[in-house]
């Protein structure tokens, strides 16, 4: 498929699980595609070869000096979608968290997100797609990850927030909020098996998702397909939080 031939996305913790997918999928639909790694470079490295990227970005997005370093190495590059996935999934029990680990998810799910597509709109083409990678943790209650959740939920909101910030521009800001997936991030969670078929017995279509299932819609929202929708949070879950 040719949809996004001669356009440019830049996809952030591309390295592996949904962002990787996600990199495959819009480079298979002809899209030239910028990776982007902060600790998982030799992951990324070879993702980059076998898809013909030129360039792999490595910087820890909740820094902006880094970030500032990152997108100057990009040049004069002009982009047509931004995807913003990186993230980290991890407990936050409450009472037994540390002042560090909150710091952590923080900045890694929340503030990285903002000073990244502070400092893309300069490249972003007006018409330009940004697709945040968000969570039904966003809509429920989850025991145990209340901050991962909140971050999503905030997320959510700079979603809908950036739509009309944006819209001047004609860029679309949209949302995907996967629900568990298997992937790299969640092996140990379902590694113990009454959560995993607890999850399943939850889940409408009776499994968990897949990598591909979640970057397959991403691919929808960056293209012309979707040109009339900005402003949305997509489900894709199965029918997890119906």
Same mark, same amino acid.
Not at 26 to 29: F, H, K, M, N
Not at 34 to 41: E, G, K, P, V
Not at 150 to 154: D, E, G, L, R
Not at 227 to 238: A, D, F, H, K
């Given at each position: 498929?040719t949809r ?9 913790g591309?390295?592996?699980g ?7 999928r819009?480079?298979?639909?002809g899209?030239?595609v910028?990776?982007?790694? $902060?600790?998982?470079?030799a992951?990324? =490295?070879? &993702?980059?070869?076998r898809l013909?990227c ?6 820890? !997005?909740?820094?902006a000096?880094?970030?500032? *370093? /990152? ?10 979608? *931004?995807v913003n996935?990186?993230?980290i ?8 968290t540390?002042a ?5 998810? &923080?900045?890694? $799910?929340l ?9 893309? *709109?300069?490249? *972003?083409?007006?018409?330009?797609s940004? +697709? $945040? @990678? ?7 209650? +989850?025991?145990?990850?209340? &901050?991962?959740g ?5 997320l959510?909101s700079?979603?809908r927030?950036w739509?009309?910030? !944006? ?6 800001v949209?949302a995907?909020?996967?629900g568990y997936v298997?992937?790299? /991030?969640?092996?140990?969670h ?5 959560? !995993? ?6 889940t409408?279509f009776?499994? &968990? ?6 970057? =397959?819609?991403?691919?929808? !929202?960056?293209?012309a =397909?979707a ?8 489900? @894709?879950?199965?029918g997890?939080?119906?």
């Open positions: 498929m996004f031939a001669g356009q440019t996305a830049l996809i952030t591309s390295s592996r949904i962002g990787r997918a996600i990199a495959e819009l480079q298979a639909d899209a030239s910028i990776l982007h790694c $902060n600790r998982h470079r992951a990324a =490295d070879v &993702l980059a070869a013909g030129q360039h792999v970005l490595q910087a820890d !997005l909740s820094c000096e880094q970030i500032r *370093l /990152m997108f100057e190495g990009l040049g004069a590059t002009e982009l047509d979608a *931004l996935n990186a993230g999934w991890k407990a936050t029990p409450l009472g037994r540390a560090e680990d909150v710091d952590e998810i &923080l900045n890694t $799910n503030k990285s997100v903002f000073l990244t597509t502070q400092a893309a *709109l300069p490249l *972003l083409r007006d018409g330009a940004i +697709v $945040n @990678v968000s969570s039904v943790a966003g809509h429920i209650g +989850v025991s145990g990850r209340s &901050l991962y909140a971050t999503k939920a905030a959510d700079f979603t927030s739509a009309l910030e !944006l819209a001047p521009r004609q860029i679309r949209n995907v909020a996967p298997e992937t790299d /991030m969640t092996a140990e379902f590694s113990d098996l009454s959560v !995993l078929e607890s999850t399943i017995r939850r409408p009776g499994r &968990l998702g897949n990598a591909q299932e979640v970057a =397959d819609v991403v691919a929808f !929202l960056c293209s =397909d040109r009339w929708i900005t402003g949305q949070v997509l489900n @894709v879950s199965g997890f939080v119906v």
